[in-house]
């Protein structure tokens, strides 16, 4: 089984920026793809974005590509989602997800999931 932790939510005004984390335990991190999901209550969840296992491809929705970055550092079991130039419309709760195999799309269900961090970007 696999554990993931999130933390780095909070509350930021439109423009900030905000760098969310993700702790893994349980398997060993560079057999897992990492990636982010978010979800408005009331809507359905949105993909964000993914990682290669070793970290050399990331691939993101059209509605975060070039404000948010996803990195990883395996030697610290830890994935990162940095967030730039943060809108109203990115308040969501946000899932730190993994699967031993890769995605591309939020047609994909991964096979773990964090509790999830709550992002609130004011106007």
């Known amino acids: 089984q696999v554990q993931l932790v999130e933390s780095g939510g909070g509350l930021v005004q439109a423009g900030g920026s905000l760098r969310l984390s993700c702790a893994a335990s349980?398997?060993?991190?560079?057999?897992?793809?990492m990636g982010w999901f978010r979800q408005v209550p009331g809507k359905e969840r949105e993909w964000v974005g993914t990682?290669?296992?070793?970290?050399?491809?990331?691939y993101y929705a059209d509605s975060v590509k070039g404000r948010f970055t996803i990195s990883r550092d395996n030697a610290k079991n830890t994935m990162y989602l940095q967030m730039n130039n943060l809108k109203p419309e990115d308040t969501a709760v946000y899932y730190c997800?993994?699967?031993?195999?890769?995605?591309?799309?939020?047609?994909?269900?991964?096979?773990?999931w964090g509790q999830g961090t709550q992002v609130t970007v004011s106007s």
């Open positions: 349980g398997r060993p991190f560079s057999s897992l793809a």
């Open positions: 990682i290669k296992w070793n970290g050399d491809g990331t």
């Open positions: 997800v993994a699967d031993p195999g890769m995605w591309y799309s939020g047609t994909y269900y991964p096979d773990y």
